[in-house]
T-cell receptor, first 111, second 110 residues
């Protein structure tokens, strides 16, 4: 079972470059989330989606954009990367019972 | 903002001992969940306890919930080396988002 798949797993960007992180889930979940996790900290919600075609801001949305054109995919974009966006990014999905299933993470370094 | 606060931040015990970690939260909740994260990996759901439940068991895991004190505890009995991980609590307040604590880092010494 694939569950939640994130690509890429690692990436190094130069300041000002852009990139898109892809999250795909095969569990037919309505809700999808993008988090970032910094050393010694819990998860901080960047953006989330409660269904196809909908997105909403989380706790730390600045510098990021998202799209949910298909139910199974949730894309996270960085238009102009900054060193402060160096982090590990996790995608998660859940159904109505709110149990979250996570991808394996994307380790992003901005130099 | 993070709702959950976990205590302790780090815990080191001998294999075979029990490990207890606590989580406090601030608002009314529908449920509270515990997750495990092995180093560098994604989080894995362990157990969910609803607001009308007081205790729940799953294998070597025991979770309690006290809504009057807005707190929960996770007990891992007979710890094993494979239990070494970070443990996070998350609360569902019915607003489509889980609110996360900062986690407890558990180290099991052989």
């Amino acid at each position: 079972n694939a569950g939640v798949t994130q690509t890429p797993k690692f990436r190094v960007l130069k300041t000002g470059q852009s990139m898109t992180l892809l999250c795909a889930q095969d569990m037919n979940h309505e809700y999808m989330y993008w988090y970032r996790q910094d050393p010694g900290m819990g998860l901080r919600l960047i953006h989330y989606s409660v269904g196809e075609g909908t997105t909403a801001k989380g706790e730390v949305p600045d510098g990021y954009n998202v799209s949910r054109l298909k139910k199974q995919n949730f894309l996270l974009g960085l238009e102009s990367a900054a060193p402060s966006q160096t982090s590990v990014y996790f995608c998660a999905s859940s159904s109505w019972d709110s149990k979250a299933f996570f991808g394996q993470g994307t380790r992003l370094t901005v130099v | 903002s993070q709702q959950g606060e976990e205590d302790p931040q780090a815990l080191s015990i001998q294999e075979g001992e029990n490990a207890t970690m606590n989580c406090s939260y601030k608002t009314s909740i529908n449920n509270l969940q515990w997750y495990r994260q092995n180093s560098g990996r994604g989080l894995v759901h362990l157990i969910l306890i609803r607001s009308n439940e007081r205790e729940k068991h799953s294998g070597r895991l025991r979770v309690t919930l006290d809504t009057s004190k807005k707190s929960s505890s996770l007990l891992i009995t007979a710890s094993r080396a494979a239990d070494t991980a970070s443990y996070f609590c998350a609360t569902d307040d019915g607003n489509y988002q889980l609110i996360w604590g900062a986690g407890t880092k558990l180290i099991i010494k052989p």
